[in-house]
């Protein structure tokens, strides 16, 4: 018995070890008989890389593309022929206004002037937010001295000071520059503000305990950790100085003209193509303005904030 169970287990081990080299080879996606090559494995993120993608390209494409076809309808359909200058089609607005130099050079000559005042209100409006914000946020009585004028300034319409601003600084480009910062300003003071009052009060314990002055303490901590919040004030006053400098152009005509110059007379004039044309320039332009200042934000805060998160 002893010699038959062993000559059984000894025909049995080799095929038993065959079996397992057969049984891991499939495992491993190789067989000793066929070898089979591995499937590709899918790469890493390239599922949530096609979303992104789609989410940028794709959606705003397709929006455009419909929001193109409701202007032919409203053109072809719902205007007379008599009337259709009021929205002349798409590609009357390229072919007569766009693609045309003697009406484009204006425009973008204009839209450079509206660059620059913008920019200019812009670095102010910055300064003078960030200043303000940083003075509330050292002492109480800043705050209720100066909170309720920034308030102030911001729900009181633009327009119903202009006049105001036109006697006091006259007609030209001081007062252009003076809109956008009036428009731009209130964002960035509350930003700022928000920013500086919501740093982690254990970090505010271990300056303290390194007895730190309050410029060591602004400077190496609070703006430092209010940052996120400072540029998304940025963000939203660059948009916002954008539409102050149209709007100056429009109220203050002395000196050279601006975008906002050219709507006001585009519309005067019934020159609907031109008109639109402009319009579309100046939205690029805002639109251009807020991407850059978007990409910078994420480009200094967003590689340790999660509002710099791209998902």
């Known amino acids: 018995m002893t010699s038959t169970a062993a000559s059984t287990g000894t025909a049995l081990a080799p095929s038993a070890e065959r079996a397992a080299e057969e049984h891991t080879g499939k495992l491993a996606g190789v067989s000793t008989g066929n070898p089979a090559k591995p499937a590709p494995a899918a790469a890493p993120g390239s599922s949530s890389r096609a979303r992104r993608v789609l989410a940028v390209v794709a959606v705003p494409a397709l929006a455009l593309a419909l929001g193109i076809g409701v202007w032919y309808a409203v053109s072809y359909l719902l205007l007379d022929p008599a009337r259709r200058f009021l929205l002349p089609p798409p590609h009357q607005v390229v072919s007569r206004s766009l693609a045309d130099p003697v009406h484009l050079e204006p425009m973008l000559q204009a839209l450079g002037v509206t660059a620059r005042i913008a920019a200019i209100g812009f670095v102010l409006a910055a300064l003078i937010g960030i200043g303000t914000g940083s003075l509330m946020n050292q002492a109480r009585w800043v705050e209720r001295l100066v909170y309720p004028y920034a308030v102030m300034l911001q729900v009181i319409p633009v327009l119903a000071i202009v006049p105001l601003i036109g006697l006091w600084f006259g007609f030209g480009t001081g007062s252009r520059v003076i809109v956008c910062v009036m428009i731009a300003l209130f964002p960035v003071i509350t930003?700022?503000?928000?920013?500086?009052?919501?740093?982690?009060?254990?970090?505010?314990?271990?300056?303290?305990?390194?007895?730190?002055?309050?410029?060591?303490?602004?400077?190496?901590?609070?703006?430092?950790?209010?940052?996120?919040?400072?540029?998304?004030?940025?963000?939203?006053?660059?948009?916002?100085?954008?539409?102050?400098?149209?709007?100056?152009?429009?109220?203050?005509?002395?000196?050279?003209?601006?975008?906002?110059?050219?709507?006001?007379?585009?519309?005067?004039?019934?020159?609907?193509?031109?008109?639109?044309?402009?319009?579309?320039?100046?939205?690029?332009?805002?639109?251009?303005?807020?991407?850059?200042?978007?990409?910078?934000?994420?480009?200094?805060?967003?590689r340790w904030h999660s509002s710099g998160d791209r998902r």
């Open 191 to 302: 930003n700022t503000h928000f920013g500086l009052r919501s740093v982690d009060r254990g970090l505010h314990e271990l300056f303290t305990l390194g007895r730190a002055s309050r410029v060591r303490r602004l400077v190496s901590l609070e703006l430092p950790a209010a940052l996120p919040s400072v540029f998304t004030g940025l963000r939203i006053a660059s948009g916002q100085v954008v539409i102050g400098a149209i709007l100056g152009d429009m109220f203050f005509a002395k000196g050279e003209p601006g975008i906002g110059t050219l709507l006001d007379t585009y519309r005067a004039t019934l020159r609907s193509e031109d008109l639109i044309a402009a319009i579309a320039l100046a939205s690029l332009f805002g639109i251009a303005v807020y991407t850059v200042f978007t990409l910078v934000s994420q480009a200094v805060v967003g």
